[in-house]
């Protein structure tokens, strides 16, 4: 009797230390480059949104941009004197989240000479919720050219309005820290 607690103890501590550390993962950036741009040469950025629909957003970010690039040792300049601009789209997203019961049914007999079973399932709709999403796109341009992207995607907490935005900028912090642009010192 001891060992197979002993046994499911062990099962259950190594499940929860692998969905502890499965929950603290790193939320993956999805990153695409021109390998032949030389990111060291650009030193001058203007930073602008094509998110029009939410002007609130819009200037967060841009403001948030502006500040984790000078961080890096960028120079924030007007679009006529730069090296490359920065574009930044924002947007919510749903995502349909369906939580269903599933029923199993089930008849069996075992006999000396073979065995007889029959079983279904029906799935039941407990509730179509929607999951909110605050994603963030980043372009830098050179010469009307994508020379490097990020986008991030990050669950919006309650569906409010400071939720939202605090999504966007961590959204936005984990794309430009993908970035490789490296402070000055």
Not at 44 to 68: M, W
Not at 148 to 158: A, F, M, S, T
Request: proline letters at 1%.
């Amino acid at each position: 009797m001891f060992m197979y607690s002993h046994k499911f103890f062990l099962i259950l501590s190594n499940l929860i230390i692998l969905l502890t550390l499965s929950a603290c993962a790193s939320r993956a950036v999805l990153v695409d480059f021109d390998k032949n741009t030389d990111f060291e040469q650009l030193k001058t950025y203007y930073i602008y949104s094509v998110s029009h629909d939410d002007q609130i957003g819009a200037e967060r970010l841009v403001d948030h941009a502006q500040r984790l690039l000078e961080n890096k040792g960028a120079l924030i300049a007007d679009a006529e004197y730069v090296d490359a601009s920065v574009e930044i789209e924002h947007f919510i997203e749903e995502q349909e989240k369906e939580s269903r019961l599933s029923i199993g049914l089930g008849t069996g007999s075992f006999g000396r000479s073979g065995s007889i079973g029959v079983g279904g399932s029906v799935n039941l709709p407990l509730s179509s919720d929607a999951i909110l999403f605050a994603v963030v796109r980043l372009k830098v341009i050179v010469k009307n050219k994508v020379v490097w992207q990020g986008n991030q995607r990050i669950e919006v907490e309650n569906g409010v309005a400071e939720s939202m935005g605090l999504a966007q900028t961590i959204a936005l912090s984990d794309i430009l820290a993908e970035y490789p642009l490296n402070k000055k010192n």
